[in-house]
């Protein structure tokens, strides 16, 4: 069936520190989302892709979205402790309405 | 404006027992959908109901259903509780159900259901 990895799936990285996780689907994917759970808490929307190629900015995070629209990544410049938390992708399924990626769970060393 | 709200908050049951949980979305969102959380299966969608209507299902038994009022409000119910239905419970709202997709996702805080 579908899947939606995602690596790594801890990153314990010196505040400062630059981090990346990647989104990988074993299918291609119309739009990919990113969410954000801080540590207790719910899934926060984050940015939303859909076209290939496409390269979106927030501050400090960089979304990917591949030219094969069948991975993505988030790159974050210069953590800081408040982007401590769990990163997840996600998108359209075709067993289901959605699929989440597993998450990366970034922690940071202050 | 109000976000998604989810009572209660925290659930204690036993094996054998059903539970109903509630979502209110966010207003003039029409959309509900619910995710189970668990460390070993991480965020896995069970349903979404859209204008009273069940609109997509995960690959959940039977024991789980929900349903949603005229006014956008859901509940999910689990019948016969075994222990591997302890999990956080995530309701999310959208507007609606994207067309080309899936639409933003907006999460309430979720409810901690623990089956002893």
């Known amino acids: 069936g579908q899947q939606v990895m995602q690596i790594p799936q801890y990153q314990h990285v010196q505040e400062g520190e630059d981090f990346t996780t990647y989104c990988n689907s074993s299918?291609?994917?119309?739009?990919i989302q990113w969410y954000k759970q801080r540590p207790g808490g719910h899934p926060v929307f984050l940015i939303q892709?859909?076209?290939?190629?496409e390269v979106k900015k927030q501050k400090r995070l960089t979304f990917q979205f591949g030219e094969a629209k069948k991975n993505s990544s988030l790159h974050i410049t210069a953590t800081q402790t408040t982007d401590v938390g769990t990163y997840f992708c996600a998108g359209p399924s075709s067993a289901s309405k959605i699929i989440f990626g597993s998450g990366t769970r970034l922690s940071i060393r202050p | 404006k109000a976000g998604v709200t989810q009572t209660p908050r925290y659930l204690i049951k036993t094996r054998g027992q059903q539970v109903t949980l509630s979502c209110s979305p966010i207003?003039?969102?029409?959309?509900v959908s619910w995710y189970q959380q668990t460390p070993g299966q991480g965020l896995q969608f069970l349903f979404e109901y859209f204008s009273e209507t069940q609109r997509n299902k995960g690959n959940f038994p039977g024991r789980f259903s929900g349903r949603q009022f005229s006014n956008s409000r859901s509940e999910m119910n689990v019948s016969t509780l075994e222990l591997g239905d302890s999990a956080l419970y995530l309701c999310a709202s959208s507007l609606a159900p994207g067309l080309a997709g899936v639409d933003t996702q907006y999460f309430g805080p979720g409810t901690r259901l623990t089956v002893l």
């Open positions: 207003s003039g969102h029409r959309s």
């Open positions: 892709l859909v076209k290939s190629g």
């Open positions: 299918t291609t994917l119309s739009n």
